[in-house]
């Protein structure tokens, strides 16, 4: 298994910025790709951001041009960096990692979340 530690919320105004960080531990190896989601009060949980073990990133469409995911492999670590930040990004942010080890299934593991506030 791997576990998620999620750091780095809180709450901001209206175009600030927060830096969440993702630390991983456990079967780090075996990790394929480490992922944001957010989940707002009474919304279902969404994609926000992945980032694979090669440095390949995707994001969805209401964050492009405002945050951007990185990495730091040496330490298991992934990091999002939130710009420009709304109202609407208001959520529990979540970090998910994917991965798989040998032969076995692909597995899913998410952290505990940390809450990010934007007023206005």
């Known amino acids: 298994q791997v576990r998620l530690v999620e750091s780095g919320g809180g709450s901001v105004q209206d175009g600030g910025s927060l830096r969440l960080s993702c630390a991983a531990s456990?079967?780090?190896?075996?990790?394929?790709?480490l992922s944001w989601y957010r989940q707002a009060p009474g919304k279902e949980r969404e994609f926000v951001s992945t980032?694979?073990?090669?440095?390949?990133?995707s994001y969805t469409d209401s964050v492009k041009g405002r945050f951007t995911i990185s990495q730091d492999n040496a330490k298991n670590t992934v990091f999002l960096q939130m710009n420009s930040l709304k109202p609407d990004d208001t959520a529990m942010y979540f970090c998910?990692?994917?991965?798989?080890?040998?032969?076995?299934?692909?597995?899913?593991?998410w952290g505990q979340g940390t809450q990010v506030t934007v007023s206005s």
């Open positions: 998910r990692s994917r991965a798989r080890c040998g032969g076995t299934s692909e597995y899913r593991n």
């Open positions: 456990g079967d780090t190896d075996c990790i394929i790709d």
């Open positions: 980032i694979g073990r090669d440095g390949t990133t």
